[in-house]
């Protein structure tokens, strides 16, 4: 067997690293702070998946809100694909936090996944339903990195 002589191997060991390592991450820039994300994207959009769903009680009668068109039906969609797709904006520096704040971010993404499926369905019950965890995702969130709101329920 041949061996290479030790020269000829340290000069290829860094071209061989380098070839092989991962690719340099991605030069995200995050345009506004959390809040200001929070506000104009994660609220609004949230705002349209919990709505398009529910039961008003007024005197004897009950009336149902659910989407009726598939313009109706996309609309939600479309609002919890931006909600869960924030999770991950949410993941980038500087908003990440901590592990804790990773781990909400992602079950915030894993409820939205839950409320698209429930969404392609067409199934209003599941909306609901799944939209409720979504929502707990969130107040959990909220309930350890808001001190304001962790307060309110003090």
């Known amino acids: 067997m041949r ?3 030790r020269a000829l191997l340290a000069a290829l060991l860094p071209l061989v690293a380098g070839c092989s390592s991962a690719p340099p991450a991605p030069p995200f820039k995050p345009v506004v702070d ?3 994300l929070m506000l104009a994207l994660m609220e609004r959009q ?3 998946v919990w709505e398009s769903v529910s039961d008003t009680i007024i005197g004897n ?3 149902e809100k659910r989407p009726q068109t598939d313009a109706e039906w996309l609309a939600v969609r479309n609002a919890a694909i931006s909600v869960t797709e924030a999770g991950n904006l949410l ?3 500087p908003r990440a936090q901590d592990q804790g704040w990773m781990d909400a971010a992602a079950k915030l993404i894993v ?3 839950r409320v698209i499926a429930a969404v ?3 199934d209003p019950k599941a909306v609901f339903d799944v939209g409720s965890d979504l929502y707990d995702s969130c107040v959990n969130c909220h309930m350890h990195y808001m001190p304001e709101i962790r307060d309110m329920y003090r």
Request: charged content about 40%.
């Open 91 to 93: 993941m980038i520096p």
């Open 111 to 113: 409820q939205g996944e």
């Open 3 to 5: 061996r290479l002589p």
């Open 61 to 63: 009668d009950i009336i």
């Open 120 to 122: 392609d369905r067409k």
């Open 34 to 36: 959390t809040k200001t």
């Open 46 to 48: 949230a705002d349209i």
